[in-house]
């Protein structure tokens, strides 16, 4: 019903037209594919001999699997990191303390316009000369960007989503005696965190990708490990692909995990807005 207010539902001739761009649209991208392929082969870079090389065990104990350990604890420590700063300095920029509010928002907006490769750099030339930290240096640099640059992204979300509930939320914590601060921890955050959940996990997977900007400090992931072991061997192009599948069916699962936990959560929430469903339910 929805979808109906939004626009007319096309007729036979808007729905052949639909099917039709669809369909040149499919061809367009199957040839594009195919030209691509196509021409690496000409190259013989579609040679089995270029490709064989990532079905042996060796490859992927000594380098692919190294190299994704160390991209998922760097992403798993900046979205634990980036949640940890986002949420301080989000309820921050809330805060009806005018200082707190100032510095929180003057913080969120410097690491927000830094780029995160910008801050790798600085923070592993800083972590290593400056403060003389030579072990998992590379690692403390990468996480520590994308910490602060991700983190400062999930401060806009909370400040964004909890500005974007009903002022009845506040005015019934208010009502049942509750201080701006305690309406604020108890009610609107918990709501705004499950309003903003399908950003918040788009945020997740923007730290996955970018824990590979760590390459360019050799920081061992798994694009550094997929590139180390393909140079001398000739096939870095089949080396890129791997990874990149790679990358895919990590965020892939992501996303499907997300649509998981935003399912639950809203499955749950109309069960304690409608009793008598429950009840039934449960019944």
């Keep these: ?31 594009f594919i195919a030209w691509i392929v196509v021409g690496l082969a000409a190259k013989g870079q579609m040679s089995w001999s270029q490709w064989d090389d990532f079905l042996q065990p060796r490859t992927w104990m000594d380098y692919l699997l190294p190299g994704l350990r160390n991209t998922l604890l760097a992403a798993f420590l900046g979205i634990v990191g980036s949640l940890i700063f986002g949420l301080v300095f989000g309820v921050g920029r809330l805060s009806e303390n005018k200082v707190v509010r100032w510095l929180s928002s003057i913080v ?52 964004s989503g909890v500005y974007g509930l009903p002022k009845g939320q506040r005015e019934a914590a208010t009502a049942i005696g509750m201080t701006n601060g305690q309406s604020l921890r108890l009610v609107e955050i918990p709501q705004a965190l499950i309003a903003m959940l399908p950003a918040l996990i788009g945020q997740f997977v923007v730290i996955l990708k970018d824990s590979a900007l760590g390459y360019m400090i050799s920081f061992n992931e798994l694009l550094f490990f997929g590139r180390t072991y393909a140079s001398p061997n000739g096939n870095i192009l089949q080396a890129l692909v791997i990874v990149a599948l790679i990358f895919i069916l990590l965020n892939f699962s992501i996303t499907k995990l997300a649509e998981w936990v935003s399912k639950s959560l809203s499955s749950r929430g109309q069960r304690v807005r409608n009793p008598k469903a429950a009840i039934n339910a449960e019944a």
Aim: zero cysteines; glycine letters at 8%.
């Design 1 to 31: 019903m929805s979808a109906s207010v939004l626009f007319d539902t096309p007729g036979p001739k808007g729905q052949r037209n639909i099917v039709l761009i669809n369909v040149i649209g499919f061809l367009i991208v199957a040839g």
């Design 108 to 159: 969120v907006e410097f690491f927000r316009a830094v780029p995160v490769l910008l801050m790798i750099v600085f923070f592993n030339i800083f972590i290593a000369r400056v403060l003389g930290i030579t072990q998992n240096s590379t690692l403390i640099a990468v996480v520590a960007a994308l910490v602060l640059y991700n983190g400062a992204v999930v401060a806009e979300l909370v400040r």
